[in-house]
């Protein structure tokens, strides 16, 4: 078995494989890493290894606790990945980032493949059917956006994420659902028209917390898969212990 591990900015995602079937997984927030890891290993005490990334931990007092029990693979910039990184400044680019792109060029090989990753932040990566990462961009998740309308005004309240009831919001808070859930579906939709102009042919995966309220809310054909980051650390520590 083989645990995958996802330090975002807000949460920790771990999922448990039986080879390349996921057949568990937990969300926690990172303040309480220690117990919570000792929950899942007491689940599943026998013959576990981990991967791990993070965008937010790196050789902390956690991370070196769950060394100490388990065997642990931390991916990192160091890390052999199955694409050429042709990023401009290769050394910044998101852990995340970099596993959700050797994630999808594994699954879908020889294919163009947009990945928007919808969590905290909004990424946009892009990697040719040669294997050339090129890049993407990054702009407010849903929930950053609601709290930017109301950390930086005097009068909006801070509001939870909801479908908007239509798309003229009738009052300040379906104003502001509409304003965020629609704003943001908009930017989707025109970043993939954009890439579509250079394009013709291109996978699309939508992944991440949001992932499956977006999907149904957008226009374009998707591959929906809030956990593409937890199987592509699955398939990038198989890839790594046939490529070593």
């Not at 050394?91 to 999808?104: F, N, Q, S």
Request: net charge neutral; aromatic share 12%; charged share 20%.
């Amino acid at each position: 078995m083989v645990l995958t591990i996802d330090v975002g900015n807000t949460n920790i995602k771990v999922a448990v494989f039986e080879q390349f079937n996921l057949i568990d997984k937990f969300v926690f927030q990172k303040n309480n890493f220690q117990n919570n890891f000792k929950i899942i290993l007491k689940k599943y005490p026998n013959h576990l290894k981990a991967v791990i990334s993070s965008v937010s931990l790196s050789e902390d007092d956690d991370i070196l606790w769950l060394k100490k029990q388990i065997h642990v693979i931390e991916i990192n910039s160091e890390t052999k990945f199955p694409f050429k990184n042709g990023y401009s400044t290769p050394k910044t680019l998101g852990i995340d980032r970099m596993v959700l792109a050797a994630g999808a060029v594994i699954e879908y090989p020889n294919q163009n493949i947009l990945i928007i990753d919808a969590g905290t932040c909004i990424t946009y990566d892009f990697i040719t059917n040669k294997k050339e990462y090129l890049g993407g961009a990054i702009s407010p998740g849903l929930s950053m956006r609601y709290q930017a309308l109301h950390n930086y005004t005097a009068k909006l309240p801070l509001l939870e994420n909801n479908p908007p009831e239509s798309f003229i919001g009738n009052s300040t808070n379906q104003s502001i659902y509409s304003g965020v859930v629609n704003g943001l579906c908009f930017e989707i939709e025109g970043f993939i028209s954009e890439y579509s102009v250079k394009n013709a042919q291109f996978t699309i995966i939508l992944t991440g917390g949001d992932a499956i309220f977006l999907a149904n809310r957008l226009k374009s054909t998707i591959f929906a898969d809030e956990n593409f980051l937890l199987k592509s650390l699955q398939q990038l520590y198989t890839y790594s212990l046939q490529n070593d």
